[in-house]
């Protein structure tokens, strides 16, 4: 059975695929979907209440929640997204080198890892915002020279058997050149060990933005970013609690439905791990799998 119809046939990842999904589209269809500007301030409808006109409502400044809302998927996560892509795409290339040609080239890569490692990632990415300046661009920045490290270890841990196998070997005696090898046999075999940890990594990209633009180091205002609608929430959280409550369910659900789906890709491109489920419900053994994520008792 093919890892997609095996990660269909999961009922929670079926619906977690569908919510990220959804949001996607959402945020990417935004100046169609949302029914105001999202900056557009009226003071007259400051606070003011639910209505057919603004379904969630106006904040402070009489801006509609939902439009916010709905544009905040873009820093929130579509930009996320791509912060995600950049770092995994140089960590991945540079973890294919490390794992495949060794020598000099890998043991340059893996001590510039261990150094950008060796700090704990909200730290250095605090720092770097700090450095840098508060705004998207200087959050995304963080990100990818953070995460590019991980992802290069990870890669090359993957990798590294992979360059001893015998088909590896046989192409080698029959010509072929190291690129072609790599991309023939090595890229497709390590790539969903890739997948999964890059859907991990999303939900935790996402908290951090957030949390970022919450301490106001993040998106800077007007602009609408979940985090941010949560700061400025604060002040009325207690009498209007709504304004709060709707980015924050909005994050839980996104970084929810991201971690239940990587769950259950790691499941789906890792059979073993579906039949130690039902061992361990069954009362059976232990068993770590290959990938290093879960351990089923």
């Known amino acids: 059975m093919m890892p997609l119809k095996r990660l269909l046939k999961d009922k929670w990842a079926s619906v977690s695929l569908a919510v ?7 945020g990417v269809f935004a100046p169609l979907l949302a029914p105001h500007s999202p900056n557009e301030a009226n003071m007259a409808l400051r606070f003011a209440g639910a209505s057919w006109s603004y379904p969630l409502g106006n904040d402070h400044l009489g801006r509609c929640i939902l439009s916010r809302l709905i544009y905040g998927i873009r820093p929130s996560v579509l930009w996320v997204l791509a912060a995600l892509g950049a770092s995994a795409s140089v960590g991945a290339a540079l973890g294919f080198a490390a794992g495949y040609f060794r020598g000099k080239i890998d043991a340059v890569i893996m001590r510039i890892c261990d150094i950008m490692l060796s700090f704990p990632g909200y730290v250095m990415t605090l720092a770097i915002v700090g450095m840098l300046g508060a705004g998207l661009t200087n959050i995304l920045v963080a990100f990818v020279m953070m995460k590019w490290a991980w992802f290069a270890r990870v890669i090359r841990s993957a990798v590294m058997p992979l360059a001893d196998a015998d088909y590896v070997k046989f192409s080698k005696v029959l010509g072929m050149g190291s690129f072609a090898i790599i991309r023939r046999h090595v890229v497709p075999v390590a790539l969903p060990e890739l997948a999964v940890i890059a859907s991990g990594a999303f939900g935790s990209m996402i908290l951090q ?3 970022l633009s919450f301490l106001g180091l993040g998106i800077q205002a007007p602009h609408a970013e979940w985090g941010m609608m949560m700061n400025e929430a604060r002040a009325v959280m207690f009498t ?3 304004l709060m409550l709707a980015p924050g ?13 990587s769950d259950a890709l790691q499941k789906a491109i890792d059979p073993k791990l579906m039949l130690t489920g039902k061992r361990a419900k069954d009362g059976g053994g232990k068993w770590t799998s290959d990938l290093g994520k879960k351990e089923v008792a």
């Not at 369910?249 to 789906?261: D, E, K, P, Q, R």
């Open 20 to 26: 990220v999904a959804a949001t996607l589209l959402i």
């Open 209 to 211: 933005i957030s949390g």
């Open 240 to 242: 209007r609690p709504e």
């Open 249 to 261: 369910l909005s994050i839980i659900t996104v970084v929810s439905a991201v971690n239940f789906l």
